[in-house]
C-alpha cells in the first residue's frame, strides 16, 4: 500500500465491503461529519451528513463540533473549512481535486492588479484561493452575492474577483459598475447556446435554469437564474414538470430526489460530451472518501498568518449574511 502526499495509489479495498456502513462506522469512530457540494457523485451525496452550495457548507463548516471534517468537494472548499477551524483535522479525499475559477486568479498577479486600484474594496467570491480571500476585503457566494454588494455604499469603487461572468451579472442587476477579474469557471463557459436553443425547442414546456457562473448570452435566455441551493428550491416550488439545467449535472441527483415526479434535463455543451461535469469535483469517489477517512489523509494544513488574513473577509461575508437573513 502507497499513500501519497496528495493521495492514494496502489491500495486494493476488498470488494466485498459495504462502503456505506464502513464510513459511517468511521464517522462514528472518530466523530467525524462529511461535508459534500451538490456537484459530487450520488454515492457520496448519499453518505454525507450535509450537502449544500458554498454558503451552507461555509456555515456547516463554521458550527460544526466534529473532530474531523472530511471536504467532499474540491480544494478552495476544504481550505475554507481550514480557515474556519483552525483546531480541527480537516481532510479532501483527493488533494488534486481543484477549481478552474480558483487557478485563473494567481495571487501574485492578483496583487499586483490590487495595487493599481488602491480605492477599490476589493470583493472575492469564494471560488478563489485562501491567498486571494487574504487579498479581500469580504468574500461573497453566488447564494449571498447580491446582498454583499447591496450593503456596500453605492460611492464605493469595487473591484471583484475572480468570476467575470458572476461579476457582470452582479453589475447588470445592482447597477454598479464594479472593475472585473478576468476569470472564469471551465463548466459554466461551456454550454452552447445554439444546443440549448434546440432543446428548448424539443421541450417547449421546459424552463432553462442558469447558475450566475454562466455566460451572459446563456443567462439572458434563462427563465430562472440563481446559487445551486436557489436552483433546487426553485425547483421545488415552481409549478413545471420539466428543467434544462445549465450547471454542473450533480445537483440534478438532489433535484431528481426531492421532485421524482419532474424532468431533468442537463444543459448541453460545447463538446461532443452529454453531459457538463466538473473533471476536479468527479476525482473524489466514495473509495477515496473511505481510505482518507480510515488513514485521515490527504489533511488541509495552512499557514497561520494566512489563515487570519482570509478569515477576516470570510467573517464579513457570515456576518452580513446572518444580518440578511440568508444563515440559519
Known amino acids: ?38 456537484y459530487q457523485e450520488p454515492d457520496i451525496q448519499d453518505v454525507a451528513d450535509y450537502i449544500g452550495d458554498s454558503l451552507g457548507l461555509a456555515q456547516q463548516a463554521e458550527q460544526t463540533n466534529a473532530d474531523l471534517i472530511v471536504f467532499a ?5 476544504a481550505e475554507t473549512a ?36 488602491p480605492d477599490h ?43 467575470k461572468n458572476l461579476g457582470a451579472y452582479l453589475n447588470k442587476i445592482s447597477g454598479r459598475n464594479m472593475l472585473l477579474w478576468n476569470g472564469a469557471c471551465m463548466v459554466h463557459e461551456i454550454f452552447s447556446l445554439e444546443k440549448i436553443t434546440k432543446l428548448k425547442i424539443r421541450h417547449p414546456k421546459a424552463k432553462l435554469i442558469a447558475h450566475p457562473e454562466c455566460e451572459d448570452a446563456i443567462l439572458r435566455i434563462a427563465d430562472y ?3 445551486t441551493t436557489q436552483l433546487l428550491k426553485y425547483t421545488k416550488s415552481d409549478t413545471a414538470s420539466e428543467y434544462i439545467v445549465a450547471t454542473e449535472t450533480g445537483i440534478l441527483h438532489q433535484m431528481q430526489q426531492d421532485n421524482p415526479q419532474k ?17 476536479h469535483m468527479k476525482l473524489n469517489t466514495l473509495e477515496k472518501l473511505y481510505l482518507c477517512m480510515k488513514y485521515e489523509t490527504p489533511e488541509i494544513t495552512m499557514d497561520e498568518t494566512l489563515r487570519l488574513a482570509a478569515k477576516k473577509p470570510m467573517d464579513r461575508m457570515l456576518d452580513i449574511s446572518r444580518a440578511a437573513g440568508l444563515l440559519g
Request: charged share 25%.
Open 82 to 117: 481550514k480557515i474556519l477551524n483552525p483546531t480541527k483535522k480537516v481532510l479532501l479525499p483527493d488533494l488534486n481535486a481543484g477549481c478552474s475559477l480558483a487557478d485563473s486568479a494567481p495571487a501574485e498577479l492578483f496583487r499586483a492588479f490590487k495595487a493599481k486600484h
Open 73 to 77: 468537494g474540491v480544494h478552495f472548499m
Open 121 to 163: 474594496l476589493v470583493v472575492s467570491y469564494i471560488n478563489c484561493t485562501a491567498d486571494i480571500k487574504a487579498l479581500s476585503d469580504i468574500i461573497c457566494t453566488s447564494g449571498n452575492a447580491e446582498k454583499i454588494i447591496e450593503s456596500i455604499p453605492k460611492d464605493q469603487p469595487i473591484l471583484f474577483a475572480p468570476d
Open 1 to 38: 500500500m502507497k499513500i501519497l502526499e496528495k493521495g492514494f495509489t496502489d491500495i486494493e479495498i476488498d470488494p466485498s465491503l459495504d462502503l456505506f456502513a464502513e464510513i459511517e462506522q468511521l464517522k462514528k469512530e472518530k466523530n467525524a461529519i462529511i461535508l459534500a457540494h451538490y
Open 225 to 227: 437564474i440563481g446559487s
Open 263 to 279: 424532468t431533468f434535463i442537463p444543459a448541453p455543451p460545447t463538446n461532443n460530451c452529454a453531459c457538463n461535469d466538473c473533471p
